[in-house]
């Protein structure tokens, strides 16, 4: 039997397809538990090449597929000749999530850093500081929502078309290497079906496989939740969902066997989660998870009906791809960065106190919106914050504030908002909606922009032209 070294592919090695196309290999850049994924030569095309020799009609079955076209996957684009695998189109300056996420910078002794983190820069704090400092330096929670959102969004469409992906790891969705940007894409995509033909083969990575699958079960849309959920947990909080105390505990017994039992029952997720409402036998408190996601938040109820008892035994009580996105969405939507310490944290008061650091937060922008009913209802639809870092901002708001979410229109904007020295500036209103200001006994509807002076809070009335549903929305803006 080969060693996995045996298996991967050397630097220059020459790789041919049926097209007759010569194909060189630079490195290994990511992969699953079936396959390498390399880069070439050519920086936009990219090898996978699976470990073990199957037949290529895998792939011309993959081609055919009904995979939309507007979705971040990478699609064979021709099929290897003497080798299992095929060419695929590559983004440039595009890592794995395994590495974008990963503890691999090290702090630069001239580098700028705030004083909060410098407190935790000492010899017995020295791990505290490094992860944090890493934290902050991969792009902090808001850059993990935000990447995990982009993810649910492609598993979504793929649900939608009646298609599992399986096997979805850290290994195998890459995003934008330069961290001001943010696509993602996924890239191995081998094992993509229709369900009735996944359900019945299991493909999965160790640490992020569903129950089911491991235990022999095929792939299905609920397992594509679960390593998704799971992989996020894990890039977010920064631990496996199922590495707690038994396993530190344990550990430190000098029982070699009985460790790596352990360790695989924890690979499995046989352990109780590590934030079990039922059972603390195997509970961790890394000391971030209750500013991350805040016990009892809709995030915490996410996490718990994956990875409790029922979430793994009764897989259709997990949330769904279109709840994961909703739920990330949501907490993006009200997080803030801190400016004293650069962590992230939602604004659940007007208080604003950041709770990394106890620093009093000002100059946030805040947006609620409600649903106006004619029995003087009134039911709120969303929260909207973003810190206002000086006067010259110009805050885009998005659409969903309106209309809810939609998967579609994730970029796209209500209106915006700017600062000036005499008050609010709302203008580029979207011109599928009509404004007016709430208290404007003319009703005079809101077309360029508007001026809103000496003042730090204004009510709008929203209505979307031709759809009776989206009517009577109020708008709250307000400066803290």
């Given at each position: 039997?080969?060693?996995?070294s045996?298996n991967?592919?050397?630097?220059?090695?020459?790789?041919?397809?049926?097209?007759?196309?010569?194909?060189i290999?630079?490195?290994?850049?990511g992969?699953?538990?079936?396959g390498d994924?390399?880069?070439t030569?050519?920086?936009s095309i990219?090898?996978?090449?699976?470990?073990k020799?199957?037949?290529?009609?895998?792939?011309?079955t993959?081609?055919?597929?009904?995979?939309?076209?507007n979705?971040n996957?990478?699609?064979?684009i021709a099929?290897?000749?003497e080798k299992?695998g095929?060419?695929m189109?590559?983004?440039?300056k595009?890592i794995p999530?395994?590495?974008s996420?990963g503890?691999n910078?090290s702090?630069?002794?001239?580098?700028?850093?705030?004083?909060?983190?410098?407190?935790?820069?000492?010899?017995?704090?020295?791990?505290?500081?490094n992860?944090?400092?890493?934290?902050?330096k991969?792009g902090?929670k808001?850059?993990?929502?935000l990447?995990y959102l982009?993810?649910?969004i492609?598993m979504?469409?793929?649900h939608t078309?009646?298609?599992v992906?399986?096997?979805f790891?850290t290994?195998n969705v890459?995003?934008?290497e330069?961290?001001k940007y943010?696509n993602?894409?996924?890239i191995?995509?081998?094992?993509l079906?229709?369900?009735?033909?996944?359900k019945?083969?299991?493909y999965?990575t160790p640490?992020?496989?569903a129950?089911?699958v491991?235990?022999?079960g095929?792939c299905?849309y609920?397992?594509?939740?679960?390593s998704l959920?799971l992989?996020?947990?894990w890039?977010?909080i920064g631990?496996?969902?199922f590495k707690?105390?038994k396993?530190?505990?344990?550990?430190?017994?000098?029982?070699?066997?009985f460790?790596?039992?352990?360790?695989?029952k924890v690979m499995?997720g046989e352990?109780?989660w590590i934030?079990?409402?039922?059972?603390s036998s195997n509970f961790k408190?890394n000391?971030?998870?209750?500013l991350?996601?805040?016990?009892?938040?809709e995030?915490d109820?996410?996490?718990d009906?994956t990875?409790?008892?029922k979430?793994?035994?009764?897989?259709?009580?997990?949330p769904?791809s279109?709840?994961?996105?909703?739920?990330i969405?949501?907490?993006?939507?009200?997080?803030i960065k801190?400016?004293n310490c650069e962590m992230?944290y939602?604004?659940?008061?007007e208080?604003?106190?950041?709770p990394?650091?106890?620093?009093e937060n000002?100059k946030?922008?805040k947006?609620s919106?409600f649903k106006l009913y004619?029995?003087?209802?009134?039911?709120?639809?969303w929260?909207?914050?973003?810190?206002?870092?000086n006067?010259n901002d110009?805050?885009s708001?998005p659409?969903?504030i309106?209309?809810d979410?939609?998967?579609?229109r994730l970029?796209?904007?209500l209106?915006k908002?700017?600062?000036?020295?005499r008050?609010i500036?709302i203008?580029y209103?979207n011109?599928e909606?009509?404004f007016r200001?709430?208290d404007?006994k003319?009703n005079?509807?809101?077309?360029?922009k508007?001026?809103?002076?000496?003042?730090?809070?204004?009510h709008l009335?929203?209505?979307?032209?031709n759809?009776q549903?989206?009517k009577?929305?109020?708008?709250?803006v307000?400066?803290?």
């Amino acid at each position: 039997m080969k060693n996995k070294s045996e298996n991967l592919l050397t630097n220059g090695e020459k790789i041919v397809d049926l097209n007759g196309n010569e194909h060189i290999i630079e490195k290994r850049i990511g992969g699953g538990g079936q396959g390498d994924i390399y880069s070439t030569k050519d920086p936009s095309i990219a090898l996978k090449i699976n470990k073990k020799d199957d037949n290529n009609e895998l792939f011309e079955t993959l081609i055919r597929l009904p995979i939309p076209r507007n979705i971040n996957i990478t699609l064979p684009i021709a099929i290897l000749k003497e080798k299992s695998g095929y060419v695929m189109a590559f983004l440039e300056k595009m890592i794995p999530f395994e590495k974008s996420f990963g503890k691999n910078l090290s702090y630069q002794k001239d580098e700028i850093i705030s004083s909060w983190l410098k407190s935790f820069n000492k010899e017995e704090t020295e791990t505290m500081f490094n992860d944090f400092y890493n934290y902050q330096k991969t792009g902090g929670k808001l850059k993990r929502l935000l990447a995990y959102l982009k993810c649910g969004i492609v598993m979504a469409k793929l649900h939608t078309n009646g298609l599992v992906y399986c096997d979805f790891s850290t290994n195998n969705v890459f995003i934008s290497e330069n961290r001001k940007y943010n696509n993602v894409y996924f890239i191995d995509a081998d094992n993509l079906n229709f369900q009735e033909y996944t359900k019945r083969q299991g493909y999965y990575t160790p640490w992020f496989a569903a129950p089911e699958v491991i235990a022999g079960g095929g792939c299905t849309y609920y397992s594509d939740d679960y390593s998704l959920i799971l992989s996020f947990f894990w890039d977010l909080i920064g631990i496996h969902p199922f590495k707690g105390q038994k396993l530190d505990t344990e550990n430190d017994f000098d029982s070699e066997n009985f460790g790596d039992n352990l360790e695989e029952k924890v690979m499995n997720g046989e352990l109780p989660w590590i934030r079990d409402k039922e059972d603390s036998s195997n509970f961790k408190d890394n000391g971030t998870y209750d500013l991350l996601v805040r016990e009892n938040s809709e995030l915490d109820i996410l996490f718990d009906r994956t990875f409790s008892k029922k979430g793994k035994e009764n897989r259709i009580t997990r949330p769904t791809s279109f709840e994961i996105i909703y739920e990330i969405i949501k907490e993006f939507d009200r997080t803030i960065k801190c400016k004293n310490c650069e962590m992230e944290y939602v604004m659940e008061n007007e208080e604003n106190k950041c709770p990394w650091c106890d620093y009093e937060n000002n100059k946030i922008l805040k947006i609620s919106t409600f649903k106006l009913y004619s029995d003087n209802r009134k039911i709120k639809i969303w929260d909207f914050v973003e810190e206002i870092n000086n006067e010259n901002d110009e805050l885009s708001i998005p659409v969903r504030i309106v209309e809810d979410f939609l998967i579609d229109r994730l970029e796209e904007e209500l209106f915006k908002i700017k600062l000036n020295d005499r008050g609010i500036v709302i203008c580029y209103f979207n011109e599928e909606f009509d404004f007016r200001i709430e208290d404007d006994k003319n009703n005079k509807k809101l077309f360029e922009k508007i001026n809103i002076e000496n003042k730090s809070t204004v009510h709008l009335i929203c209505n979307k032209k031709n759809n009776q549903f989206i009517k009577n929305i109020l708008i709250e803006v307000e400066i803290i």
